[in-house]
Structure formats: C-alpha cells, structure tokens
C-alpha cells in the first residue's frame, strides 16, 4: 500500500487529511512537531529512512502573519528551511513532495485573477518567507506547490469560526470591504490533492510537477464573507463595512487575491465548488459536531 506522509497533522488541512484518511487506499502517517520536527534536517532524514513514503504532503507552516513581521528567523525556519529538509530527504526516498502556498505570495495589485506564471511579489515577511518556500521546493523535480486562499474548516482558528463566536456576543461587527479574494473550505483542498495522489499512484506518468493554483471558485470580500456567515448561522449580528486603513496590522494583505484555477482542474481533472455551497456543507458539520 502507498504511503502518504502528512506533516502539519495537527493544523487545519492536516486535520481534514486525517478525517479523509478513514475512507482511503493509501497508509497515512501523520506528524507534527511532537513526532517529526522537520526545520532539523537530521531528524527528517533519518524518519524518512525509516517511513520511506511515496508522497510527502507539507502542510506545516508559520502562518501567523502579523507575527511573522517580527519573527522573522522563526517563519523563515519553518516556511522555508523546513522545506529545504523536506525536499532533501524526499530526494533520497524518491517520493513526490507537494508543497502548500499561498496568495500572499503576490502583491495583490492586480485586477485579474492571478495565473501561475504571473509575478511573485510579496508584501509582507510571511509572503516572502512563502515564496522562497516554492523556491525550494521546485528545485525537486517530483515536487508540487500548491496556491491557496483564505482557508477555513471545522478543526482549528479560522475567520468563519471567529465570526460566529462574535456574532454570538455581538450586535454588531465591522469588517474590511476593500479585500477581495476567494475562500477555500481546507476539506475540499484536501480531497483534491487526495484526487491527484490517487492519479499519480495510478499511473506515474500522469504526474505533471510545478505550480497548481486552487481555492473554491467565486470572488467575495471579507465583508461578504462575514455577511455569509451570519446568514447561514441565522445570527442578527449586523456588519458592517470598513476599510483596511480603518483596521490597521502589521503585516501587509493583499488587496486582491483570487487565483485562476484553470491550470489544475484541466491538468488534474479537478471539479471545485464555488465558495458560498462550501461553506454551508462546512457550517453543517460544524453544527453537527457541536449538537452531537
């Protein structure tokens, strides 16, 4: 049986792998930083020596992004020389590695959804830190990095789960307007990685590496995000719009984000719904979990 290391296990999209992986063919092994601490490179070599996995699915990251503007050496540590371990001991094993990025990695000036040889130009420390991430990454030859955006789930802190906390506390809330970019339920994201393993373990030549862009289809704001969120918890919080100079941090976003997803659904045959039927099946489950 196939062998699929996931490390991260314990952050949002490891945690969907985990839920997915009851229903699977292949032989999960999940670490986080308790099991594998994958910024020592002797460490990574010698669990990979032991595991010797066929695919290496890295969702660990430093994705505090305010922080990262301060503690740099730290992002950098585990966004990039993490990967630099991975990708080594990955090459010894001769597993195909996929790497998780980010829209952070563009400046976020553009007015057209964002296409994967468009230009790299991150504004804030965890961007930069994400983009030579992808740097290292495809200097391996069976590796894959994945773009992505705004990502939320059941497991773990996310927007959608901060909303309906203060939606619950609140009468009313404001949130920024003049951000625009795509949700991704991590489920979704991680079933269709699960899609390209399953494609790539089936037949080798089917694997096509370098950069993939996916995030739920559609294009909102995070006001029409918030709004969506109170709608289907059926919560009377009222939103209200703002702007980002209104609500100032340290790290820099990007003011638009949506990514084109056109490489990877005709490459790898993905389907991918649009943001808002997503995020209701998400807001089932969450309910579902907290009734039972």
């Known amino acids: 049986m196939r062998k699929i290391l996931v490390t991260g296990a314990n952050g949002q999209l490891g945690s969907e792998f985990r839920k997915l992986s009851q229903s699977g063919d292949f032989d999960f092994i999940f670490t986080d930083v308790d ?17 010797r996995p066929h695919f290496v699915i890295n969702c660990a990251a430093y994705t505090a992004v305010d922080k990262a503007e301060s503690d740099k050496k730290l992002a950098w540590d585990i966004n990039v020389e993490a990967v630099k371990n991975l990708v080594l001991s ?74 309906i906390k203060l939606g619950k506390e609140r009468e009313s809330l404001n949130v920024i307007f003049d951000q625009t970019g795509t949700p991704t339920y991590a489920e979704d994201l991680a079933a269709a990685i699960l899609h390209i393993v399953d494609k790539i373990s089936a037949n080798s030549r089917d694997f096509v590496g370098g950069i993939f862009h996916y995030s739920n289809e559609g294009v909102c704001s995070w006001y029409d995000f ?10 009377n919080c009222k939103v209200y719009p703002i702007e980002t100079k209104d609500y100032p941090t340290p790290a820099k976003r990007p003011e638009y984000g949506v990514l084109n997803k056109a490489k990877i659904k005709s490459t790898y045959g993905i389907d991918i719904s649009h943001w808002y039927s997503s995020l209701e099946r998400m807001i089932a489950a969450l309910n579902t979990v907290i009734t039972n």
């Open 35 to 51: 099991e594998l601490d994958i910024t020592d490179v002797h460490a990574c070599a010698a669990y990979f020596e032991q595991a």
């Open 90 to 163: 990955s090459a010894l094993c001769g597993s195909y590695l996929i790497q998780i990025s980010t829209d952070y990695v563009f400046s976020g000036k553009s007015s057209v959804p964002y296409g994967e040889r468009d230009l790299v130009d991150p504004r804030s420390e965890y961007g930069k830190s994400k983009a030579a991430a992808e740097v290292e990454a495809l200097r391996y030859d069976r590796s894959l990095v994945i773009r992505t955006s705004w990502l939320y789930s059941t497991f773990g802190n996310n927007f959608v789960k901060t909303m």
């Open 226 to 235: 918030a709004c969506a969120v109170m709608k289907l918890n059926g919560l």
